[in-house]
């Protein structure tokens, strides 16, 4: 039987032998995340020992991201906000690539956002046909963490990271397969069947080499982009001094008032 986490807005059960599925089941809310979600995530998968995991959503949307909406309180909006670089979205994103098996991501709908460094954050990714993935910090002010934005920079190279992160606007699945943010798009019908066929190939093989190559799989990736203990510090503090910026307060609201925004470059 499934078990329902975060109240109801994930959803966790075992479709094959071996095989471990947590879906996003708030589409009322395009499968944005929020800070129960984020740290359900984290618990569930920590606590699991699938050979392999399928990360998918419902509806038209995998994840639009952090659910900005929660933002509420203007005397709080920068504490608020500063919580992303931390607990519980970091756990969440180190509990996916951390797990020591590999990660499928089913996008079934679009993924945008912190929803696509989730997706990211998987090992393979099966994208339906007609979805559409993006990355708009730069229209509300943000500054991506480094941690992220290294993750993009290693999938797909610094131009398409480029484009991805300071034009802002988003792509189409063929598109993304083209530049290597999935690995395979396919038709709407098709997705559970492909993903759930593969998780099982997967599962099937032997766990010392499933969990022995991908930890030396991240391993690699991770110590090409060593830093300097100093330069990550500025780096983290680079980011957090957009949370206390007018131009963010304005992002967040031009967005949810769905009107350009007016930026004072401070």
């Not at 970091?90 to 696509?116: C, K, R, S, W």
């Amino acid at each position: 039987m499934p078990s329902e986490l975060a109240s109801g807005k994930l959803r966790l059960d075992e479709p094959a032998a071996g095989v471990a599925r947590l879906t996003i089941a708030n589409a009322e809310k395009r499968g944005a995340f929020d800070q129960e979600m984020l740290g359900a995530i984290a618990g569930a998968i920590a606590g699991l020992d699938a050979r392999c995991l399928i990360l998918t959503g419902e509806g038209r949307m995998f994840s639009s991201g952090y659910d900005i909406g929660n933002f509420e309180d203007e005397s709080q909006f920068a504490e608020d906000a500063e919580k992303l670089v931390a607990h519980p979205f970091h756990a969440a994103i180190e509990a996916i690539e951390a797990y020591p098996y590999p990660v499928i991501a089913a996008l079934n709908g679009h993924a945008i956002g912190g929803g696509l460094e989730v997706a990211l954050s998987a090992d393979i990714r099966i994208a339906a046909k007609g979805i559409k993935v993006g990355m708009p910090p730069a229209k509300i002010g943000l500054i991506y963490s480094h941690t992220g934005l290294r993750k993009f920079l290693d999938t797909i190279g610094p131009a398409h990271t480029s484009e991805l992160f300071h034009l802002g606007e988003n792509i189409d699945s063929n598109r993304a397969a083209a530049i290597g943010l999935v690995n395979h798009v396919v038709e709407p019908e098709e997705l559970e069947g492909r993903a759930l066929g593969m998780a099982s190939a997967i599962a099937a093989n032997a766990p010392l080499s499933l969990a022995g190559n991908k930890r030396v799989i991240r391993e690699l990736r991770l110590a090409r982009f060593e830093l300097d203990p100093e330069l990550e510090a500025e780096l983290v503090a680079l980011r957090e001094s957009c949370f206390r910026s007018e131009d963010f307060r304005e992002g967040v609201a031009s967005f949810a008032e769905k009107r350009p925004a007016v930026w004072k470059h401070r």
